[in-house]
């Protein structure tokens, strides 16, 4: 018979750059524009140039904080609503140009590029499709055209992007007018091919269908992109959840900020650690990636008590989750499928093409169990379980059960899922995670039994319950 193959994917599966988007867990957006200075959230697009000075901008200092934040992927504005442009266009001197900014010489883009390049972060960017200055915004065809320039400058000036953010937000009173999304998309493809595309709809990546950064407790990265619009308030419900039925391959990517608002503003602080704990297990711990804004001040830098936050959060993520509980224990399952795919296979470095594979033939119900020792059990209050996402997104129910009680009632898996025990801390001898329901056979590529000492179940709130 020789070594047992792998088992055949389920479609639809993730392309290439879409695996390594996933992996990134945590990336940061920057708003960062006219608006810092006016103290505002969406511009009028009447705002003078001048305004924008930032006198101390140093764009090395954020990737100083993304790097030790641990994030490997960085977005900017651009360009925002208010139509003010972060690098000098040729096509509009509403920008950077007409600021005294670095005597109107300056390019916050290229700054940026250029320091996330010295730190081997790649970079993102945001162009608003609604534009509240240019006097093209309500011409159907002028302002494709403008936007399509604006978008071929962006892409070929400044290296190799990884992202591209398009999003549907727009005033009630906005001149109505339709953006040619397909053309757009096109145009990207074609001069960045490794990118991914943001949007209401994908095609790469699906916003979360909220901005409080928490996807559904049932999240697919498979949905229908023939079911999705962009800018469609009424969709929202679907967005949030994905499709087990989905035939495209469109993980959802959940934004929200480290302060109330997404700019700048001296009044505001950025949100307490067990909020950001909140977020984290609500999006990464969701399938999803989590897109946390960090906005800089006028003077052009992160302001300090965000980067306190920010470290404060990481440390946090590297304390609950550098210790795997579940490493050097027994571990036995219903069946595998030859010494490949066996389940010790869940306990190594190997998130993604590692994993135990029960028998392919095995029509029970398809179980893991990890044993500790006898002396005193595990301790933990997180369980961890990822899927092999690389052949597909499989898992629709599953449960876990610790010493024969049942503990957590799941749904989806996906890249990463993470269960905060209701209960708080256990000491267990055996934890067994069961799964109900899959298409096809369950791949599980990784578990982890972890203590989280942050979380305490009995001051939390009721969204964060685990049985669900």
Same mark, same amino acid.
């Given at each position: 018979?020789? +070594?047992?193959t792998?088992?055949l994917?389920?479609l639809?599966?993730?392309?290439a @750059?879409?695996?390594?988007?996933?992996?990134r867990?945590?990336?940061?957006?920057?708003h960062f524009?006219?608006?810092t200075?006016?103290d505002? /959230?969406w511009?009028t697009g009447?705002?003078?140039?001048?305004?924008f000075?930032?006198?101390?901008?140093?764009a090395?200092?954020w990737?100083?904080?993304?790097?030790?934040?641990?994030?490997s992927?960085?977005i900017? @504005?651009?360009?925002?609503?208010d139509?003010?442009?972060?690098w000098?266009?040729?096509?509009?001197?509403?920008?950077?140009?007409?600021?005294?900014?670095?005597?109107?010489?300056?390019d916050?883009v290229?700054?940026?590029?250029?320091?996330? #390049?010295?730190? =081997?972060?790649?970079?993102?960017?945001?162009?608003?499709?609604?534009?509240?200055?240019?006097?093209?915004?309500g011409?159907e065809? /002028?302002?494709?055209?403008?936007y399509l320039?604006?978008?071929?400058?962006?892409l +070929?000036r400044?290296? !190799?992007?990884?992202?591209i953010?398009?999003d549907?937000?727009?005033?009630?009173?906005?001149?109505n007018?339709?953006?040619?999304?397909?053309?757009?998309?096109?145009?990207?493809?074609?001069?960045?091919?490794s990118?991914?595309?943001?949007?209401?709809?994908?095609p790469d990546?699906?916003?979360?269908?909220?901005?409080y950064g928490y996807? =559904?407790? +049932?999240?697919?990265?498979?949905?229908?992109?023939?079911?999705l619009?962009?800018?469609?308030?009424?969709? %929202?419900?679907?967005?949030n959840?994905?499709?087990?039925k989905?035939?495209?391959?469109?993980?959802?990517?959940?934004?929200?900020s480290?302060?109330?608002?997404?700019?700048?503003?001296?009044? /505001? !602080?950025? #949100?307490?650690?067990?909020?950001?704990?909140?977020?984290?297990?609500?999006? %990464?711990?969701?399938?999803?990636?989590?897109?946390?804004?960090?906005?800089?001040?006028? @003077?052009?830098l992160?302001?300090e008590?965000d980067?306190?936050?920010?470290?404060?959060f990481?440390?946090?993520?590297?304390?609950?989750?550098?210790a795997?509980?579940?490493?050097?224990?027994?571990?036995?399952?219903?069946?595998? #499928?030859?010494?490949i795919?066996?389940?010790?296979?869940?306990?190594?470095?190997?998130?993604l093409?590692s994993?135990?594979?029960p028998?392919?033939?095995?029509?029970?119900?398809h179980?893991?169990?990890i044993? =500790?020792?006898?002396k005193?059990?595990?301790?933990?209050?997180?369980?961890?379980i990822?899927e092999?996402i690389?052949?597909?997104?499989r898992?629709?129910k599953?449960e876990?059960?610790?010493?024969?009680?049942l503990?957590?009632?799941? +749904? @989806?898996?996906?890249y990463k899922?993470?269960?905060?025990?209701?209960?708080g801390? %256990?000491?267990? !001898?055996?934890? !067994?995670?069961?799964i109900?329901?899959?298409?096809?056979l369950?791949?599980?590529?990784?578990?982890?039994l972890?203590?989280d000492?942050?979380?305490?179940?009995?001051k939390?709130?009721?969204?964060?319950?685990?049985?669900?």
């Amino acid at each position: 018979m020789g +070594t047992p193959t792998p088992p055949l994917p389920i479609l639809p599966l993730p392309s290439a @750059t879409q695996l390594k988007w996933q992996q990134r867990e945590v990336i940061m957006f920057l708003h960062f524009g006219v608006n810092t200075f006016t103290d505002s /959230e969406w511009g009028t697009g009447k705002e003078d140039p001048s305004i924008f000075n930032p006198t101390g901008l140093n764009a090395s200092q954020w990737m100083d904080v993304a790097a030790d934040s641990g994030v490997s992927l960085v977005i900017l @504005t651009a360009k925002h609503h208010d139509g003010f442009c972060l690098w000098p266009s040729q096509y509009t001197d509403h920008s950077v140009v007409s600021s005294p900014w670095r005597d109107g010489k300056g390019d916050v883009v290229k700054e940026f590029v250029s320091a996330a #390049k010295t730190r =081997g972060i790649d970079i993102g960017l945001y162009l608003s499709p609604w534009d509240r200055h240019d006097e093209r915004y309500g011409h159907e065809r /002028e302002y494709n055209e403008y936007y399509l320039a604006q978008l071929q400058e962006l892409l +070929t000036r400044y290296g !190799k992007v990884h992202e591209i953010w398009f999003d549907g937000a727009k005033g009630a009173n906005a001149p109505n007018m339709s953006y040619y999304f397909q053309d757009w998309f096109s145009i990207v493809k074609e001069l960045q091919g490794s990118i991914n595309i943001f949007s209401d709809a994908g095609p790469d990546v699906r916003w979360v269908g909220d901005e409080y950064g928490y996807a =559904g407790s +049932t999240c697919w990265s498979t949905i229908n992109r023939t079911a999705l619009k962009i800018g469609e308030g009424s969709i %929202v419900s679907y967005l949030n959840t994905g499709d087990p039925k989905g035939t495209d391959w469109v993980p959802a990517e959940c934004d929200v900020s480290i302060r109330p608002g997404w700019f700048w503003h001296k009044s /505001e !602080k950025p #949100k307490p650690l067990s909020e950001l704990l909140n977020i984290y297990y609500n999006s %990464v711990g969701r399938n999803c990636v989590l897109l946390l804004n960090v906005p800089p001040n006028t @003077t052009g830098l992160v302001s300090e008590t965000d980067i306190q936050r920010l470290g404060e959060f990481r440390k946090a993520i590297d304390t609950i989750f550098s210790a795997n509980l579940a490493e050097g224990n027994v571990i036995k399952a219903s069946s595998q #499928k030859g010494e490949i795919f066996r389940p010790e296979n869940v306990l190594d470095g190997d998130h993604l093409w590692s994993y135990w594979a029960p028998e392919d033939n095995s029509k029970d119900e398809h179980w893991i169990e990890i044993l =500790g020792d006898n002396k005193g059990g595990m301790k933990f209050n997180v369980v961890r379980i990822q899927e092999a996402i690389g052949l597909g997104q499989r898992v629709k129910k599953h449960e876990i059960h610790v010493d024969g009680k049942l503990v957590v009632k799941g +749904t @989806t898996i996906g890249y990463k899922r993470l269960h905060r025990l209701e209960e708080g801390v %256990v000491y267990a !001898k055996s934890v !067994k995670i069961l799964i109900k329901e899959s298409r096809g056979l369950p791949l599980i590529s990784s578990i982890g039994l972890h203590f989280d000492p942050y979380w305490n179940p009995s001051k939390a709130i009721s969204s964060n319950k685990t049985i669900s």
